[in-house]
């Protein structure tokens, strides 16, 4: 290689070395990729073909046990089998340097965009219904197709996110190779691997295809679907989307976690669990010092008991948005500075471990205000025999997939395919929740009956003895469209956060004026007896949260505070009438924009001071003539 390709080879590496170790593509191929990317190269052509296999022979027609069987290979219906092969006439040999081919994408997207796309990119839907085997022969795309195309696009889907970039830009972006990647199929023992690649000077995603053995010509191309998965049973249920089957040998309830989980949890995080201190006391005219890397907390902060600091080391209070993590250190040199965050209140905040903790009140099917649900990463097994049961008794069978620590609906996806819910397992870690199918609607003059969701904002100033606080002032978030149980993928219609959405139109309406408009609505259900029964779930998630030591549970540390952001909806036990609470596993600190929206849904008008006197002063009634918390739950 001449010293130009040395020094192309090396800055190729440089930006992709990574990727390709974290993809086990072997070194002896980074020259030959190197080169078919910059000259995009694409030669697969020249080593396989297609072949169009013949199922079912003439006299096997109408045999019921044939048919069966071929409903579970890896095309079943009525489309066309293929396979690739090799052609080429001396064979492919994995110990060639060359031996590495490129596959392009047909269709790259986003989940909440694939809808439109089918519909207006010209000749999409058409080239994705003949690569599935969806009979389409119009000019024009038709919502009967496009959503055939959507069911069926889950067996050829592959996925990758990118690991710089907004939370936006790293929510993972799904694909389907052409019609050449499309057609290699599923085996146990794999002929070939592939792995997707972004090539940075491009900017372009392309999967590479590398030989695992030697093959000679007429050998066929296969990778394994299940990449990476060793146990049997997780290989079953992550294959089913090509090999459909029943999983009927598991236990579909779900017991929370042992407590090696929450210790892994904890080492994950690199959090140090404080050393055991008394609680400080305060003089009465003490002027606090607070650092805070929050901007609206600078903005709002103005009474004289406070003043701040750019100096963390001579801070009395810690306020900060970034996670802290050294609560030993902390702990022993400074255990009188306060701080807005719990030891392990990522068992609160994060969704997979609030599912897990919340266990404790309601056993393996959870409480009666969580949704069930299922943590994809770890009980898919119990999962698809729950969804099973449910199909086979005819139940509702809706589902909300959500990544285990992701705001605003990024990355959440309503659905009731059991294909989709299990290739989401690839793209992120992701919780999987019962959909709530009957929720409580609220009318809108200019929309109809809609969907709605409550915020609540509460205090926790200890956790020995439990000291919960909650405002009763709240707010409220409403979808834009008419609720129904399709259209699974209309945004405006199932979702309620609106205020980040270019475009979309935020309703809103003031607590004062929903309450009496919700009881005119509902006159059989009083706004007090709901609030309280809300109050009364807040109140067992926190116990159930503290009931066992750090880090099985939140950390009794007394100088921790935090303010956290609860959001729920109330739905309907169809079989008694009765309104029920149910939290949206959207447990979250409250910082920067929530901090303002508290702020504002509070009326704070004159210093915005009651979440810093409610938390960090321990004689807040005497000192400041702040409204009370409109509840407090203590145990």
């Excluded at 010509?217 to 090999?243: F, M, N, Q, S």
């Excluded at 059989?524 to 109050?535: K, S």
Aim: glycine share 4%; proline share 6%.
């Amino acid at each position: 290689m001449s010293a130009d390709g040395d020094e192309e080879l090396a800055g190729f590496v440089a930006l992709h070395g990574a990727a390709l170790r974290a993809s086990c593509v072997p070194a002896r191929y980074w020259e030959s990729l190197c080169r078919k990317l910059r000259g995009e190269v694409f030669d697969a052509g020249d080593y396989f073909g297609i072949m169009q296999v013949e199922e079912v022979d003439e006299e096997e027609e109408g045999d019921e046990a044939m048919e069966d069987e071929l409903k579970k290979k890896p095309n079943p219906g009525n489309e066309p089998c293929f396979k690739v092969i090799v052609t080429n006439e001396n064979g492919i040999q994995a110990s060639n340097p060359d031996s590495i081919f490129l596959i392009d994408h047909a269709w790259t997207y986003r989940i909440e965009h694939a809808r439109q796309q089918l519909l207006h990119v010209p000749g999409l839907l058409h080239r994705m219904a003949n690569l599935m085997g969806i009979d389409f022969h119009g000019e024009i795309p038709d919502e009967g197709s496009v959503e055939q195309v959507l069911q069926e696009m889950w067996k050829y889907n592959q996925t990758y996110q990118l690991s710089q970039g907004t939370a936006e830009e790293k929510v993972p972006v799904w694909y389907i190779m052409d019609e050449f990647g499309s057609r290699i199929q599923h085996s146990d023992q794999p002929s070939f691997a592939t792995a997707p690649l972004f090539y940075m000077p491009q900017q372009i995603a392309y999967t590479v295809l590398w030989p695992l053995r030697d093959l000679e010509t007429g050998d066929e191309v296969t990778r394994d679907y299940a990449y990476g998965e060793t146990d049997r049973l997780i290989r079953k249920c992550v294959l089913l989307p090509w090999l459909p089957s029943e999983v009927l040998d598991v236990n579909c309830f779900t017991p929370e976690p042992s407590d090696e989980h929450y210790q892994a949890i904890l080492a994950e995080n690199k959090e140090k669990l404080p050393v055991a201190i008394n609680p400080s006391v305060y003089d009465k005219d003490k002027v606090f010092k607070v650092f805070t890397d929050i901007q609206q907390v600078l903005n709002s902060l103005t009474h004289p008991r406070f003043v701040f600091t750019d100096k963390e080391a001579e801070a009395d209070i810690l306020y900060n948005f970034s996670h802290f993590k050294d609560y030993r250190k902390l702990s022993e040199e400074r255990p009188e500075v306060m701080l807005n965050q719990f030891p392990c209140e990522n068992l609160l905040t994060v969704k997979d471990c609030l599912a897990s903790i919340s266990r404790r009140a309601g056993g393996p099917d959870g409480p009666r205000w969580l949704p069930r649900t299922f943590n994809l990463q770890t009980e898919l097994p119990q999962f698809i025999c729950y969804f099973q049961q449910r199909e086979r008794r005819g139940e509702d069978n809706h589902w909300i997939c959500k990544p285990w620590n992701l705001a605003r609906s990024l990355d959440t996806h309503i659905t009731n395919n059991l294909n989709n819910i299990i290739r989401h397992r690839e793209s992120s870690p992701k919780v999987v929740c019962k959909y709530i199918e009957n929720p409580v609607l609220f009318h809108r003059e200019d929309v109809g009956m809609v969907k709605f969701d409550i915020r609540y904002v509460v205090l926790l100033r200890s956790v020995k003895p439990l000291k919960l606080y909650v405002y009763d002032v709240f707010w409220l978030r409403f979808s834009n469209r008419a609720f129904s149980l399709d259209d699974l993928d209309d945004y405006e219609k199932h979702f309620t956060v609106m205020n980040y959405a270019p475009g979309v139109t935020l309703k809103q309406v003031h607590c004062e004026e929903f309450v009496p408009q919700f009881e005119k609505q509902y006159p059989e259900h009083l706004w007090t007896t709901v609030q309280a029964n809300i109050f009364k779930a807040f109140a067992e998630l926190f116990q159930v949260a503290s009931a066992k030591p750090a880090p099985l549970g939140i950390c009794d540390y007394p100088s921790s505070r935090a303010i956290y952001a609860i959001d729920l909806m109330l739905k309907w036990d169809t079989s008694r009438d009765v309104l029920l609470i149910s939290l949206g596993l959207s447990l979250s600190c409250v910082c920067k924009n929530v901090y303002t929206e508290m702020l504002k849904c509070h009326s704070m008008a004159d210093n915005h001071l009651e979440p810093f006197f409610h938390l960090f002063v321990d004689d807040w009634k005497k000192n400041h003539a702040a409204s009370d918390p409109g509840g407090e739950l203590q145990s």
